[in-house]
């Protein structure tokens, strides 16, 4: 959806400059989750779907607390349900709000070949343009963390917009606003990784986590979307957040050397053929007799 | 072998039937829709030419249809061909030589037969490549019609699905090359089907050996 009052920093599949590279400083805006006192109420869940008017899908039962399995294209944020086994035997519940990280450097815009389906705000936000996406599902490759998803019928694809629509307007995503534990912050980057920060180490202090952490992934830049977690050191326990995200190798290999190479081949073999026909010519000239009685072709 | 019908008036052969006209002409004209649409979503600088047919979605939407249509033109020309596309001990000499070749010294170029070795590779490298580019295609069509994916399979698709239709860009250059501007008479032979005597001689003396059951001159 487009976002009047947003600029745009980032542009996919776009050929030029871009109209709010540098022009404009804004916050970087960030969600802070934490897990620690996040209770699995799916509050967040339902905010999400009443604010973006999101299409209701079939649940699963699977005697579990998921009865979404993973995003969908009309399910945006999804609370991952970890039963995990402390060291002692007893157990503990991993519970972590899953959704559009909004990594600074953006796999998925990064391997859109659509100009304008995806971009980023000088706000950091990530959102999808659906009126120009065209359906290649190239960006579903490019997310370390396999959030994009395809509607099958319209063949485009959705994701958290981190609201993008009330953050423009200066109000806080619709998941924020509805958390009841106050497990979800949301500000700007410095001051969320500065409350997250904190709150670790509260954690580690006071409440016998010593591995309690800020998860904000250097490997995409940092994410707009920042979790303390229980224990930082192991990041896959909930829901196999990866410990270490990039941009998939496919796609620098694919938007780095590959593309170089392609432009280079394609371009010097134009220019070769041509400098070779002036050179060489033609292998039989007009006035031999390569075709008589026949039309010259 | 009787090819005598292949002998055509005003001094001709019969190079391509219709049969193989037409196939080539499928497999031409989705080719060229299936290259700039391709390069469309390869770079934002060639975007526009999605603008120009029609817009990103539908090029999008076409893309795969027409790959299907090619790799049926393609698969089907294998049907007709392979048996001539085989390598021959003739071939190795010929890409020995291949410096004179491209350099239209023609009379130092050891004999052709209907294929030189030059059309055998591009016959290969497009039957190849196009099994790659199928396969590889499938893969990325699936997400619109089935919602379990496999990101690996994916992301290695779009890799093999880049190179192959690189690869296959550097053959078509080379092929379209050669047909419309190096060799006079080669584009009349897949529109009429037909090619001179003396283009015969001149360029697969081996084939015209075979069909007019003539021997051709001395090599100097």
């Not at chain 1, 609370?79 to 796999?107: T, V, Y």
């Not at chain 1, 659906?130 to 290649?136: K, T, V």
């Not at chain 1, 990039?246 to 620098?252: A, F, G, Q, R």
């Not at chain 2, 779009?158 to 006079?184: D, Q, V």
């Amino acid at each position: 959806m487009s976002q009047a009052t947003l600029r745009v920093q980032k542009i996919s599949g776009h050929a030029g400059s871009v109209p709010g590279e540098d022009a404009q400083r804004e916050y970087t805006v960030c969600k802070l989750i934490d897990t620690t006192t996040c209770i699995g109420c799916k509050a967040c869940e339902v905010a999400c779907m009443e604010w973006n008017d999101l299409p209701f899908g079939e649940t699963v039962f699977d005697n579990t607390y998921q009865t979404m399995p993973e995003t969908r294209w009309n399910y945006w944020n999804l609370i991952l349900f970890n039963e995990h086994e402390k060291d002692d035997g007893s157990l503990m519940w991993l519970m972590r709000k899953n959704q559009c990280m909004h990594c600074a450097e953006p796999g998925c815009l990064a391997a859109c070949p659509a100009d304008g389906a995806i971009v980023q705000y000088t706000n950091g936000i990530v959102d999808f343009q659906q009126a120009n996406c065209i359906g290649c599902g190239y960006c579903i490759t490019g997310c370390p963390f396999d959030i994009p998803k395809m509607n099958p019928k319209t063949h485009r694809v959705f994701k958290c917009t981190l609201c993008s629509d009330r953050v423009s307007e200066g109000l806080e995503p619709a998941c924020i606003k509805s958390c009841p534990t106050g497990c979800l912050h949301f500000g700007s980057k410095d001051d969320m990784k500065d409350l997250a920060e904190k709150r670790a180490k509260q954690l580690r202090e006071h409440y016998n986590f010593p591995q309690a952490g800020v998860y904000d992934p250097a490997g995409v830049g940092g994410t707009g979307v920042v979790y303390v977690l229980h224990d930082a050191t192991k990041p896959e326990l909930y829901g196999g957040l990866p410990s270490d995200p990039h941009v998939p190798w496919s796609v620098k290999i694919w938007k780095g050397p590959l593309k170089w190479l392609g432009n280079v081949a394609m371009v010097g073999g134009l220019v070769g053929l041509f400098v070779h026909y002036l050179r060489f010519g033609p292998k039989a000239r007009e006035d031999e007799d390569i075709n008589p009685g026949g039309p010259k072709s | 072998m009787n090819h005598s019908d292949q002998i055509v008036p005003h001094g001709h052969i019969l190079r391509y039937n219709f049969r193989e006209r037409l196939t080539h002409w499928v497999a031409g004209f989705s080719y060229v829709y299936l290259l700039l649409t391709g390069l469309a979503f390869w770079s934002p600088w060639c975007f526009w030419i999605a603008a120009l047919l029609g817009g990103g979605q539908v090029s999008r939407m076409l893309h795969p249809w027409a790959g299907l249509i090619f790799a049926g033109a393609v698969f089907y020309m294998y049907g007709m061909w392979a048996p001539q596309m085989r390598g021959t001990n003739a071939d190795k000499a010929w890409w020995k030589a291949v410096r004179y070749y491209s350099t239209n010294q023609d009379d130092k170029m050891p004999p052709a037969g209907r294929y030189n070795a030059g059309q055998k590779f591009l016959f290969w490298g497009f039957f190849w490549s196009c099994l790659l580019l199928l396969l590889s295609g499938a893969v990325l069509w699936s997400p619109q019609y089935f919602p379990l994916h496999s990101l690996l399979a994916l992301r290695i698709a779009i890799l093999i699905h880049a190179s192959a239709a690189l690869f296959t860009i550097g053959l078509f250059m080379i092929h379209l090359y050669m047909g419309l501007f190096a060799e006079r008479g080669a584009f009349g032979s897949v529109i009429r089907g037909d090619v001179s005597l003396a283009f015969a001689k001149r360029y697969h003396p081996g084939w015209y050996e075979e069909i007019t059951g003539q021997t051709t001159s001395p090599k100097k």
